[in-house]
């Protein structure tokens, strides 16, 4: 079983930063993609980014280009997200989950790509 813990998450002004990072236990982390969701009150669950098994490849939602930024250490089965120039509309709660497939390079943009989700780190950006 694969359990994922999220962390990182709190309040923030407008302009400041945040990393998140996701804990997965198990000894197939490194086999598989990560991915990034958020969903914010009302909304669908929407895709931020994701990151192949290697670390090798990164995608993006166009909202958060250029601010965010994935990274994983398979050494630590750990996932990162730095966020940077935070906006209001930031405002969600954050899921890490891990790809359904092994050995995938191909992003996964949608949450039924993904077969295990974390409880959701809460970040808040006021303006």
């Known amino acids: 079983q694969v359990q994922l813990v999220e962390s990182g998450g709190g309040l923030v002004q407008a302009g400041g930063s945040l990393r998140l990072s996701c804990a997965a236990s198990?000894?197939?982390?490194?086999?598989?993609?990560m991915g990034w969701f958020r969903q914010a009150p009302g909304k669908e669950r929407e895709f931020v980014a994701a990151?192949?098994?290697?670390?090798?490849?990164?995608y993006y939602a166009d909202s958060v280009k250029g601010r965010f930024t994935i990274s994983r250490d398979n050494a630590k089965n750990t996932v990162y997200l730095q966020m940077n120039s935070l906006k209001p509309e930031d405002t969600a709660v954050y899921y890490c989950?891990?790809?359904?497939?092994?050995?995938?390079?191909?992003?996964?943009?949608?949450?039924?790509?993904?077969?295990?989700w974390g409880q959701g780190t809460q970040v808040t950006v006021s303006s």
């Open positions: 989950a891990r790809h359904r497939q092994a050995g995938t390079v191909v992003a996964g943009t949608i949450p039924q790509q993904y077969d295990y």
């Open positions: 990151i192949s098994w290697s670390g090798g490849s990164t």
């Open positions: 198990g000894r197939t982390f490194s086999s598989y993609a």
